[in-house]
């Protein structure tokens, strides 16, 4: 009845790059490298659901070597991993997620995000976290070079849960 699904994702930053997570375009000197906008919490996003429903990964459904996808907004991969959750009959309770990149500070940014992937997934903000963390000047991520999320989403099947939400 319960699914649990995990993402991860990682992407390169480079000067005069656009930074996108969640949708959102944050204002950045360093933006993330990718085939299609490298939003890296859309991705991971997108891996959680399709993770926890078993119908592969982003990489399955959206190669990057396929030329279709090169600069292609991530909410497509997103709308596509709900649809598939849909036709499984399954729907999100929550979601939990950690940006890791060293700047800018997303916090001013996090309401904006929320209510972006609320909208996209049809859920409460209140079901959403989005929580920034610094890798405290240790490793890629520290000295700037990267941005890494992870993503944990819990879903439960439609048909089921009358068996216990009763």
């Not at 005069?16 to 944050?26: S, V």
């Amino acid at each position: 009845m319960f699914r649990i699904g995990l993402g991860t994702d990682i992407h390169k930053l480079e000067r005069g790059k656009k930074l996108i997570l969640g949708g959102i375009k944050i204002p950045s000197e360093f933006g993330a490298i990718g085939h299609s906008d490298a939003d890296a919490l859309i991705h991971a996003l997108t891996d959680a659901i399709l993770g926890a429903v078993a119908a592969g990964d982003i990489g399955t459904h959206f190669p990057d070597s396929d030329p279709r996808w090169k600069d292609a907004d991530s909410m497509v991969f997103l709308d596509r991993a709900i649809e598939i959750l849909k036709e499984k009959l399954y729907r999100i309770v929550n979601v939990d997620s950690v940006i890791t990149l060293e700047k800018p500070k997303l916090k001013p940014f996090i309401p904006q995000i929320k209510s972006n992937l609320a909208r996209a997934l049809g859920i409460d903000e209140s079901c959403i976290s989005v929580k920034a963390k610094t890798s405290e000047g240790l490793d890629s991520i520290g000295a700037g070079l990267a941005i890494k999320v992870d993503v944990i989403v819990l879903l439960y099947h439609a048909e089921r849960e009358t068996e216990h939400f009763e």
